[in-house]
Structures are given as structure tokens and as C-alpha cells.
């Protein structure tokens, strides 16, 4: 399935044979303090910058109806952000895995994020609109 938004994301984890619980890693955007001015002037166009992991949430498909549901949740922390990483962690039939199993790829997820290595996940922008970072 190619997932272009959020609601192909939930449909597809909805559908799976196992349960899922799905992974998310909110992402502010920075200007590394090594900047060059060139760089700088990119990033105050809008464009450029260090993805920077600020909050993470794991949820089950069920406990999302949409990705404004999601998008309130993550605004009640009061930290502006510009994309949301999601990934999927299957369960055993209809045994979804819990928070608790979350923790590791979550705490995995922020790790690659800020090396750089985000291509296992698929980025949302604010509007819950599938990204292609590259």
C-alpha cells in the first residue's frame, strides 16, 4: 500500500493480520550552531536545518481517529513542531504489543533520527500529509 496520508497509514495498520501499535517521533527543525551564513540564509528561506526529536508516543490504531487527534495530543506539550516519524510494531494476532514493548524501538527511533538514518519511517507534515525527505 502506498501511504500518501495519515488515514492510509491508520487503514493499512487497521488491516494487518496482527495487531499493530504505531510509533511516533515528533521533530523540530534547528540551525546547528556551526552554521555557515549561506546555510543560515537557507534555513531563514525556510529551508535546511537538523531535524531535532522533541516528544514521542506510541498509540494503537484504535486509539486514533484521524491525524487531528493525534496533531491535539501532541500540541498540549506546548513544543511547535514541524514533522511526526511514524513506524509500526506488530503484535501476535490480535494481541497488539504494548507500551511497555514500545519503549526500545521508540527510544531506537529517536536514536536514528538524529543520526540522520530515517528512511525505515514515514514522515507527516503538520497537515498529516505523507513527506519525502532527500
Not at 12 to 22: C, G, K, Y
Not at 75 to 96: C, E, K
Not at 101 to 125: H, R, S
Amino acid at each position: 500500500m502506498n501511504i500518501e496520508n495519515f488515514n492510509d497509514l491508520l487503514q493499512a495498520a487497521r488491516t494487518q493480520p496482527a495487531a499493530q501499535r504505531l510509533l511516533f517521533v515528533f521533530v523540530g527543525v534547528e540551525l546547528p550552531d556551526d552554521a555557515t551564513p549561506e546555510q543560515r540564509a537557507h534555513f531563514e528561506a525556510g529551508h535546511g536545518g537538523a531535524l531535532v526529536p522533541l516528544m514521542c508516543v506510541d498509540k494503537t490504531p484504535e486509539e486514533l481517529d484521524s491525524f487531528e487527534v493525534l496533531a491535539q495530543e501532541a500540541s498540549q506539550f506546548g513544543q511547535p513542531w514541524a514533522l511526526v516519524f511514524a513506524a509500526a510494531l506488530s503484535g501476535v494476532g490480535r494481541n497488539a504489543p504494548t507500551s511497555a514493548d514500545a519503549d526500545k524501538p521508540l527510544q531506537a527511533m529517536v536514536e536514528a533520527i538524529k543520526q540522520g538514518n530515517m528512511a525505515a519511517y514515514v514522515p507527516f507534515d503538520a497537515h498529516g500529509q505523507a513527506v519525502h525527505l532527500g
